[in-house]
């Protein structure tokens, strides 16, 4: 701005067009929100059924491995993996569904490192 001659001035307010409809586009969807959060009623037990289906826990399985074992995230992924798999192929519709002896099967076949998690 500095430098410009005062009648380039003028031109300079259609640079604010953007801003204000922006603006005006925000706040339509904002009170839009607020009416929808406002009529809100949230079913808990179909919440409470989705979120424990679709392999939702999947992710706090890897962030255990790599947590508790310190296993690299990438090292940690196969067995992750192996056990989604598994999951899947006897129809559980969770990892909580696993039985303990399935995961010790494939933990029986990990490095070292993860063995030593299940004493």
Known sequence: MKGLPLTYGKDMQEDKEPAFDAFDNLSLAIAAMDGMVKDLEPNREAMRGAAAGGHSTANDLADWLVRRLGLP????????????????????CDL??????????????????????DR
């Open 96 to 117: 909580a569904g696993l039985d303990l002896a399935d995961m010790r099967k494939i933990n029986a076949r990990s490095p070292r490192s993860l063995r030593r998690a």
């Open 73 to 92: 995230l990438s090292r940690s992924s196969p067995y992750h993996g192996k056990l989604l798999a598994l999951a899947e192929k006897k129809g559980c």
